[in-house]
């Protein structure tokens, strides 16, 4: 297990959202870094995350791989990596051939597609969720038949809750199929198939892991809370776990087995997962870094983001430096803005109140005024995150409270 020669540059695929991360804390230990887009078109929610002025030079990927690669190649990198979802698929392309740490491209498409995901974990023995793709309303019905209601239909390969649908009916069922079929997703990919898979009950978790030569670590679980709309998912908040049982234990090493099934051997994954009797099975990987997570919460929280504890391992493979902080000294919330009307803001009111809660840490993503502020009802129509950290549960608890009861009003429509 040979260490990175940190001399050597590392490059950047698609370095938005928390992606976004990785060259601020690179040019900090002195690693010259590259950017690469996957295509020219940057969606606006990555867009406002990204400042090609922080790399060495920017590349534009526009189908020509053989071209990149002769641009990319005379740099010499020392790790090719995905900063956020549209970039896996490149990254790997660009790893393998060039001959830095990588997954390979043989399971690339596991890794993006959701059907093909489930069929490579059934392949390999490890629970997974019936899910059948469709691109009919007979395919659609039939897939209905053997899973019975209620049934999830959702993209092969959207992020962020988008275009997911919970149907109670084959009338709802059928809607929520005409509402993604060939339909644009929020990543700028038509959706050619559908997804149908059974409704997972239960406890939703999150384990974010790094890995490095097959060696896998999970650097935080979280249990995630959503609100239940009866047809869709609103994020809430997400609570970082602090005592390790043998049910985290358990997920942690389901985890492990679904990376295993993906031949995922590097990097970072955000994998979620439902719980239900105490057993865990897969809702989604991510194979880049967990988004609406602040870094400096984190690591002020437990020494460690999931971001740096990636570049950590890739450095000292042998023995990550995260690995020896006390784990969680700190209770730390990630709480999702929800607005629940929509229109132009007129005034933020109360931001100070949030300021001055005990467990304050950080807020963003705050619309700006005379902007239009839809309903909430994903992740790309959130209306911003809060981070709360603190020694207390207590507190913490509290303070959400508090907040949901100022959020109410924070938004001042016209």
Not at 197 to 217: A, C, F, M, P, R
Not at 247 to 261: G, K, P, W
Request: a negative charge.
């Amino acid at each position: 297990m040979k260490n990175i020669n940190s001399k050597r540059p590392w490059i950047i695929v698609d370095g938005y959202s928390s992606g976004s991360l990785y060259v601020d804390l690179l040019n900090k230990i002195g690693v010259v870094t590259y950017h690469v887009q996957s295509s020219r078109i940057i969606p606006d929610f990555y867009l406002k995350t990204f400042d090609k002025s922080k790399y060495e030079e920017n590349f534009i990927y526009e189908s020509d791989l053989n071209t990149l690669l002769d641009e990319l190649k005379v740099l010499e990198p020392a790790v090719i990596i995905a900063g956020c979802e549209p970039g896996v698929k490149l990254a790997d392309q660009l790893s393998e051939h060039l001959g830095t740490p990588s997954n390979g491209t043989k399971y690339s498409q596991a890794r993006r597609d959701k059907y093909e995901m489930v069929q490579s974990l059934v392949k390999h023995g490890v629970k997974a969720a019936q899910t059948y793709r469709v691109s009919s309303y007979q395919a659609l019905a039939d897939a209905i038949e053997v899973i019975g209601f209620p049934v999830v239909i959702k993209p092969t390969a959207s992020a962020g809750s988008d275009g997911v649908y919970i149907c109670m009916s084959e009338n709802e069922a059928q809607k929520a199929f005409d509402d993604v079929y060939l339909k644009e997703d929020r990543l700028g990919k038509t959706n050619d198939d559908v997804i149908v898979q059974e409704l997972l009950n239960g406890k939703q978790y999150i384990v974010n892991t790094v890995s490095y030569d097959g060696k896998h670590y999970a650097v935080e679980i979280w249990i995630d809370h959503r609100i239940d709309t009866g047809s869709e998912y609103i994020y809430d908040h997400e609570k970082l776990i602090h005592n390790i049982t043998e049910l985290e234990q358990s997920i942690v090493n389901y985890t492990f087995d679904v990376l295993d099934a993906l031949n995922i051997n590097y990097g970072p994954c955000h994998v979620e997962l439902m719980v239900n009797d105490g057993i865990p099975t897969l809702i989604e990987v991510g194979s880049r870094p967990a988004g609406g997570i602040n870094h400096e919460t984190m690591f002020k929280a437990q020494g460690f983001s999931h971001v740096s504890a990636a570049i950590d391992c890739y450095l000292n493979p042998k023995e990550p430096s995260f690995t020896k902080y006390k784990v969680n000294q700190k209770e730390v919330l990630a709480v999702a803005l929800i607005s629940n009307s929509e229109g132009y803001l007129k005034q933020l009111n109360g931001v100070s109140k949030i300021h001055a809660l005990p467990s304050f840490d950080y807020l963003t993503g705050l619309p700006a005024l005379g902007s239009y502020v839809p309903v909430t009802k994903d992740i790309f129509s959130q209306p911003g995150l809060l981070m709360l950290s603190h020694e207390s549960e207590e507190q913490i608890t509290k303070d959400l409270k508090t907040f949901r009861e100022l959020e109410k009003d924070l938004f001042i429509m016209d």
